[in-house]
T-cell receptor, first 111, second 115 residues
Framework: DQQVKQNSPSLSVQEGRISILNCDYTNSMFDYFLWYKKYPAEGPTFLISISSIKDKNEDGRFTVFLNKSAKHLSLHIVPSQPGDSAVYFCAASGGTDKLIFGTGTRLQVFP | GAGVSQSPSNKVTEKGKDVELRCDPISGHTALYWYRQSLGQGLEFLIYFQGNSAPDKSGLPSDRFSAERTGGSVSTLTIQRTQQEDSAVYLC?????????????FGEGSRLTVL
């Protein structure tokens, strides 16, 4: 039972354009959402988060949008840079400190 | 070191053997998590320690898996009688108090290969 789903295993975007990574969840009790970024042979690193009381959170080139009615969130990266090439994991929690992760989306930004 | 430290970084073992994976969290972090990532899969929650509370073991896949955290710091994940499906990268993470305050800081992982 996959409570957090990232249906696109990979995404390829040209440098300078927008990258949009999507995430869907099924558990309506989730109230806190995070995005992590992972380079090969390294542990995931925190990127950006959003609480369910908001529908948007922005940090530099990264913006996360939350649509609670659709149980959907997305991460926008603009402009995309080659250094953004990594695997991006969506994660969620609800009332506990346990994070449930999605399966990840591999982003490749090409020149 | 300043980050989460895991050892060994790589472990190759034969089916049926026991293995121990170690995690040194960031000093002062009260919460400690174990996740694993199998080939082509996401991050699967295994177990969570928070202070002196009873650990949340709900993610452990079988009774061959166990973990302990001594003195509220170092944690050891033990897999008994390893099977080939146990092959994965085992990731440890720590956080300061909980998600409301901070985010998880991950180690680089221990890659386990069961032959």
């Amino acid at each position: 039972d996959q409570q957090v789903k990232q249906n696109s295993p990979s995404l390829s975007v040209q440098e300078g354009r927008i990258s949009i990574l999507n995430c869907d969840y099924t558990n309506s009790m989730f109230d806190y959402f995070l995005w992590y970024k992972k380079y090969p042979a390294e542990g995931p690193t925190f990127l950006i988060s959003i609480s369910s009381i908001k529908d948007k959170n922005e940090d530099g080139r990264f913006t996360v949008f939350l649509n609670k009615s659709a149980k959907h969130l997305s991460l926008h990266i603009v402009p995309s840079q080659p250094g953004d090439s990594a695997v991006y994991f969506c994660a969620a929690s609800g009332g506990t400190d346990k994070l449930i992760f999605g399966t990840g989306t591999r982003l490749q930004v090409f020149p | 070191g300043a980050g989460v430290s895991q050892s060994p970084s790589n472990k190759v073992t034969e089916k049926g053997k026991d293995v121990e994976l170690r995690c040194d969290p960031i000093s002062g972090h009260t919460a400690l998590y174990w996740y694993r990532q199998s080939l082509g899969q996401g991050l699967e929650f295994l177990i969570y320690f928070q202070g002196n509370s009873a650990p949340d073991k709900s993610g452990l896949p079988s009774d061959r898996f166990s973990a302990e955290r001594t003195g509220g710091s170092v944690s050891t994940l033990t897999i008994q009688r390893t099977q080939q499906e146990d092959s994965a990268v085992y990731l440890c993470a720590s956080s300061l108090v909980g998600l409301a305050i901070g985010e998880l800081f991950f180690g680089e992982g221990s890659r386990l290969t069961v032959l």
